[in-house]
């Protein structure tokens, strides 16, 4: 049987979390990417990030012309309900 601790932990493990390297914190923003040599215009790759990281991360992605949309994960995750 679960107790209300390993159900905490369970749920605490399934939350998404920033994608920056060694970063455990809980993402916000989802930033959708796109490597033209790679993948069809319309293919969108995700990186997670969390407050402090959404701009590191952006640039990079966008310094090499991949970023494409920056969006709240709530907001991504409503449109993909949506869909």
């Known amino acids: 049987m679960n107790s209300p601790e390993n159900a905490a932990e369970s749920a605490a493990a399934a939350a998404p979390i920033c994608s920056a390297k060694g970063c455990r914190a809980d993402a916000v923003w989802v930033l959708a990417w796109n490597n033209p040599k790679v993948h069809t215009p319309d293919r969108r ?13 952006s640039s990079f992605l966008g310094v090499r012309g991949f970023l494409k949309e920056v969006v709240t994960l709530t907001e991504w995750e409503s449109r993909a309900q949506d869909v």
Do not use: D, G, N, V
């Open 45 to 57: 790759k995700t990186w997670l990030a969390c407050e402090e990281h959404r701009e590191h991360l």
